[in-house]
């Protein structure tokens, strides 16, 4: 989860939903220390608090089609 941003998650199953007729579900997982930090080159803190901003911003784009969000770790 860490090695990709809400709009591109977005992007990807918006139109994934269309054609399954909304049948698509989405999972996200944290994923683990080692992965997050040696294949992405990002820190592994606050993962909790970095997961809910993630579903923040990635519920706005979903609804909405556009997302003003400002967190602080995302």
Known sequence: ???????????????????????YHLGL???TKHLTETGFGVPYEHPVARLREFLIALRLLVETGSA???GELC
């Open 68 to 70: 003003d969000f400002h």
């Open 29 to 31: 997982a944290l994923g």
């Open 1 to 23: 989860m860490f090695g990709r941003r809400p709009l591109l998650v977005s992007g990807q199953a918006q139109p994934a939903q269309a054609v399954t007729g909304g049948r």
